[in-house]
């Protein structure tokens, strides 16, 4: 099953972050905040999702891998990272919880790790990667 969406995608350590969130949310620039501490770029604003075997692949739509929108400057060319499995998926909006609980989202039927946050905070990109590295203490 493959389903396009909106949405950008950044590899870390080659386990792939989907960014969520309506135009003007602030993907693009949430990933590149992240590039700028090392990740790489997969997809921005549409991208082809993959289930392989249990497996979401996250991947640039055709003609347009390594190409980032960076709103007020244009569209730039920057290396672009392979397909990549996606490890989290972060929905981009208002400020989520104080203390939130796990959850999960569906994506082409796979269960991923779901993170909300505003893409606006300084500290975004920091929450992103610890986020997906496990970083986080269960509050019961």
Do not use: F, Y
């Amino acid at each position: 099953m493959t389903e396009r969406r909106h949405a950008t995608a950044i590899a870390i350590g080659g386990r792939a972050v989907l960014l969520l969130g309506p135009s003007g949310s602030g993907k693009s620039d949430l990933a590149l905040r992240l590039i700028d501490r090392g990740a790489q770029l997969v997809a921005d604003d549409q991208t082809l999702l993959t289930a392989d075997d249990g497996t979401l692949i996250a991947g640039a739509v055709p003609g347009s891998a390594g190409l980032l929108e960076v709103r007020g400057v244009g569209i730039v060319r920057m290396a672009a990272h392979p397909p990549a499995p996606v490890a989290l998926v972060v929905e981009l909006g208002e400020r989520g919880p104080r203390l939130p609980r796990p959850r999960t989202c569906e994506i082409c039927g796979i269960h991923l790790p779901c993170l909300r946050l505003d893409a606006a905070q300084v500290s975004a990109p920091i929450r992103v990667e610890l986020a997906l590295n496990g970083d986080i203490m269960a509050i019961d």
